[in-house]
């Protein structure tokens, strides 16, 4: 019991002092601004901030696919400034899984094959059990033999999130992930990374610009001008009104 607690209050993901810059001299924009924060294991997170604060930049630093200029990225204990290209690809394919706004499938492939493909790329052979167990745990289980252009937006947001989910990754970055989806479809899709924390206990780190989005998360960051200006914890309930309309009283007041 005392291990699973351990385990259950670890930080997954660790900013230290994190500078993102880029270009130079007169041109040089600063999107990260010494952020230091923390994402324990088995927690859903929420960012949000004005257009231009640094949201999409803090997840991309966070998850290795940009370094930051100056400060230390963690993730499951490792710190991700000493690794090479080789080393971080791997650690991504190991600890990492994305769920984007624009669904990135490959538009050849099936829903199944999409799917398969991290595993595939992690050179291990797809199981087609494991598979079809998590396309039907997206409701999607009778949809494996269609491509992405035979499926709504919504199916596809939820075949990304099988996708992502399927190597049972420690932690899933989701970058505006409902930002095209319709409200039903939107309650779905957050349900799934809901489900992520709660069952499997896989951290989630989401960047969205809406208040009732963010309202499934357990805490909601806010940036402004690449800085983390404010926080706000959640009352455990996904999808409370009542925090949502705090969270967009935070967010309308960082907008005026």
């Known amino acids: 019991m005392t291990i699973t607690t351990g385990v259950q209050q670890a930080e997954a993901v660790t900013l230290r002092s994190v500078r993102r810059t880029y270009g130079t001299g007169d041109a040089e924009v600063t999107a990260l601004d010494g952020v230091s924060v923390s994402f324990r294991s088995g927690s859903f997170t929420a960012v949000m901030g004005p257009s231009g604060s640094g949201k999409s930049t803090l997840l991309h630093c966070a998850a290795g696919l940009d370094r930051p200029t100056h400060g230390t990225v963690s993730v499951g204990g490792t710190d991700l400034a000493g690794l090479s290209e080789h080393r971080l690809t791997t650690l991504r394919r190991e600890l990492i899984g994305f769920v984007f706004q624009e669904f990135n499938l490959v538009s050849a492939l099936t829903a199944a094959q999409n799917v398969a493909l991290p595993l595939r790329l992690a050179g291990r052979r797809p199981s087609p059990s494991a598979v079809a167990v998590a396309l039907a745990s997206v409701g999607l289980a009778d949809r494996g033999g269609h491509r992405p252009s035979e499926l709504s937006g919504g199916q596809q947001q939820r075949v990304a999130i099988a996708r992502a989910l399927v190597t049972r990754p ?24 809901r489900g992520a924390v709660h069952e499997h206990g896989q951290t989630v780190v989401m960047v969205t610009h809406d208040p009732l989005a963010a309202a499934y998360a357990d805490r909601v960051l806010f940036l402004a001008d690449g800085h983390l200006v404010d926080e706000l914890t959640g009352p455990g309930r996904a999808g409370d009104t009542g925090f949502a309309a705090d969270v967009a009283a935070r967010m309308a007041r960082l907008e005026a």
């Open 170 to 193: 420690a932690v899933v970055f989701a970058d505006e992930p409902t930002g095209a989806l319709d409200l039903r479809s939107s309650h779905q899709v957050l349900g799934l990374l």
